[in-house]
């Protein structure tokens, strides 16, 4: 089952501007997040993470920002460009084993 | 540094036939080893999931089966195909018993006609 949900199935955004998906889950036992992004026809590729001890963390263009409190993970980007049309999932782990819980995806489409 | 392989890139099989898709991971020791499936327009579902050889944990109950018959490899097999295992197939490693990341491959076009 998905334990991991997205609010929005599709986001569409203009070029430059900066862009945010939401995601909630639902284990308040996850202790680790973490983004992928998923280019049409290939597999999805890491983004960036989160423990769930930290409650923003900064990468190349991207910010990941966790709320424990409402268990609710975004992701932005800024200054979206063209190459990052593609569809975004948010993964945890909520079990004390070897496996990433995946949300259902938003489909992220950049305006020229 | 790490690489994960996957073949064949596509796949179109009658309803019926066996199925054996196959993985690989180079760079590595003792990784764990996942099989998704991923319906168009969809999520990932974990079908199985490997921490060590021979060893196979089943998400799904399905027409399908996992082996890892070597330590960096990973098969997923059936024995007659059915229209609904059409799908996007992908195979995922993570580091020894590593409750992170995982590294997907670039996955297996399944469809059953």
């Known amino acids: 089952g998905e334990s991991v949900g997205l609010h929005l199935p599709t986001l569409s955004v203009q070029e430059g501007d900066n862009s945010i998906i939401n995601c909630a889950y639902s284990?308040?036992?996850?202790?680790?997040f973490i983004w992928y992004k998923q280019e049409s026809g290939k597999g999805p590729q890491f983004i960036i993470d989160?423990?769930?001890?930290?409650d923003k963390r900064q990468g190349q263009r991207v910010t990941v920002l966790l709320n424990k409190t409402v268990k609710h993970l975004s992701l932005q980007i800024a200054a979206t460009q063209p190459g990052d049309s593609a569809v975004y999932f948010c993964?945890?782990?909520?079990?004390?084993?070897?496996?990433?819980?995946f949300g259902a995806g938003t489909t992220v489409t950049v305006r020229a | 540094s790490q690489t994960i392989h996957q073949w064949p890139a596509t796949l179109v099989q009658p309803v019926g036939s066996p199925l054996s898709l196959e993985c690989t991971v180079e760079?590595?020791?003792?990784?764990?080893l996942y099989w998704y499936r991923q319906a168009a327009g969809r999520g990932l579902q974990l079908l199985f999931y490997?921490?060590?050889?021979?060893?196979i944990s089943s998400e799904v109950p399905q027409n399908l089966s996992a082996s890892r018959p070597q330590d960096r490899q990973f098969i997923l097999s059936s024995k007659k195909l059915l229209l609904s295992d059409s799908g996007f197939y992908l195979c995922?490693?993570?580091?020894?018993?590593?409750?992170?990341?995982?590294?997907f491959g670039p996955g297996t076009r399944l469809t059953v006609l």
């Open positions: 995922a490693w993570s580091a020894w018993k590593s409750y992170n990341e995982q590294f």
């Open positions: 284990n308040s036992a996850s202790d680790y």
């Open positions: 989160i423990r769930s001890n930290m």
């Open positions: 993964a945890e782990n909520g079990s004390n084993d070897y496996k990433l819980s």
């Open positions: 760079g590595t020791s003792n990784p764990n």
């Open positions: 490997s921490v060590g050889i021979g060893q």
